[in-house]
């Protein structure tokens, strides 16, 4: 059965510092592969998606993620985070039954 | 302004019930969702309603039916509310039918969420 696991619960940053967010699955085929991020009061937005090609996947925002095999992980990066990033963070994985399981995401807290 | 919105953002109510959620979107998209999240934030996508066609029917109880009186509103009413109905229900729309396997290959018809809506039955 498909599962994802986001390891933390919360994490907090200083401004400006750099950023990765853990993601890991479980799926028997190859999965499709999403980020989302959720404001207070907003909806889900979708950051960045991966099926196939180059394992480092650019998204919106400046996020970047990676996906690796070997580890079953799609771990979330950004070289330095802005006060606006402060957000919950879902990992998701796809599958061809046109489902979409999240992780329980991660809050992220930013200090100035 | 808001893209997808939904109304209410908490609904608490009794067992056996019936209830509406509503879901509007500005964005000028043929295509409408509803998800459902359950509690390990599993989403599992229930209705999406195409031109105010129905398109997909993933094996959902028949209490669920979808009302789209046009094509910026699609909303879901429930009849005869069960415990197991708690959840977060999400509403998304797109620009056009769009299946997990075709996100992540499509570009420019990325699925806008609504907040959410978090219903408990009692």
């Known amino acids: 059965a498909q599962s994802v696991t986001q390891p933390d619960i919360h994490i907090t940053v200083s401004e400006g510092a750099s950023l990765e967010l853990r993601c890991n699955y479980s799926?028997?085929?190859?999965?499709?592969l999403f980020w989302y991020v959720q404001s207070p009061g907003q909806g889900l937005q979708l950051l960045l998606k991966y099926f196939s090609g180059d394992t480092l996947v650019q998204g919106i925002k400046g996020f970047e993620a990676e996906f690796k095999r070997s580890q079953s992980s799609f771990n979330l990066r950004k070289p330095s985070v802005h006060w606006s990033d402060a957000a919950e963070y879902f990992c998701?994985?796809?599958?061809?039954?046109?489902?979409?399981?999240f992780g329980t995401g991660t809050r992220l807290t930013v200090i100035p | 302004d808001t893209a997808v919105s939904q109304t209410p953002k908490y609904l608490v109510t009794q067992m056996g019930n019936d209830k509406s959620i509503k879901c509007e979107q500005n964005?000028?998209?043929?295509?409408m969702y509803w998800y459902k999240q359950d509690s390990k934030k599993f989403l599992k996508i229930m209705f999406s309603?195409?031109?105010?066609?129905?398109?997909i029917n993933e094996t959902v109880p028949n209490r669920f039916s979808p009302k789209s009186p046009d094509k910026a509103h699609l909303n879901l009413h429930i009849n005869s509310l069960e415990l197991g109905d708690s959840a977060v229900y999400f509403c998304a729309s797109s620009l056009y039918l769009a299946l997990v396997s075709e996100l992540v290959r499509s570009q420019g018809n990325e699925q806008f969420f609504g907040p959410g809506t978090r219903l408990t039955v009692l």
């Open positions: 309603y195409n031109n105010k066609e129905l398109i």
């Open positions: 998701a994985v796809g599958t061809g039954a046109n489902n979409l399981f």
């Open positions: 964005l000028g998209h043929d295509t």
């Open positions: 799926y028997g085929a190859t999965p499709y």
